[in-house]
């Protein structure tokens, strides 16, 4: 073998030694390393912990339909969880809250009641509104008194019921009336927005003020009928986690779920107003 084919094999042993190097560098540079992929899988699960426990949300009786079904989607997302309601008159659980009832959520009907509880220091955080609420006449089916208006509420041997005072749905009621020059004596004051709605189902009253929701929720039972007066008596809906709530994170994992585009379209087509 000659010098220069020697010299020749030798100078393409090195040449490929060197692109081999080449390559080795590149896949290195090219792969992530072990701290970044811990960072976008492990801290990630560590920053979402696996949800168990019964939230407990007290909530306005105008919410029982709405909260019902995203009770049920939230357990099918978080198979460890449960959801349990209480659902009432806002001014009863704001009380209940404060006298120490054990509960994660609370979901009112106005900031009124919502401030007994955060005045109460029973509250974890700053309460968000999470939707609107605005009131509608419920008659009998068919409107057989041709009610109309809230002047019409007046006539005599119209059996009407109302809200208590001290109730959210009560509260609006009373704004709206006032707005209308209208002086009404009920029936019967009602502790919550469906026992009232209640009264009218069974007969036991010509026509109740409540919310729209409430109407729709009802179907053939009832018959709604708007008047102008309820577009300034529309209540907001705050709702917040409680300062001692046993599953605080499941609590705003759930209220994360009533804000979230599928809470509110739940929420829309029970009648509710966006926030």
Known sequence: MTRSVRRTRRLLRLAGAGAVAVLALGACSSSPDASDTKGSGASDAAASPELSGTVTVFAAASLKESFTTLGKEFEQRHPGTEVGFNFGGSDTLAASITSGAPADVFAAASPGTMKTVTDGNEASGTPVTFARNQLEIATLPGNPDKVTSLKDLTRSGLKVVLCDKTVPCGSAAHKALDAAGVRLTPVSYEQ???????????????????YKTDVRAAGGKVEGVEFPESAGAVNDYPIAVLKNAEHAEAARAFIALVRSAEGQKVLGRAGFLKP
């Open 192 to 210: 919550d927005v469906k026992s009232a709605l209640n009264k009218v189902e069974l007969k036991e009253a010509d026509a109740a003020v409540v």
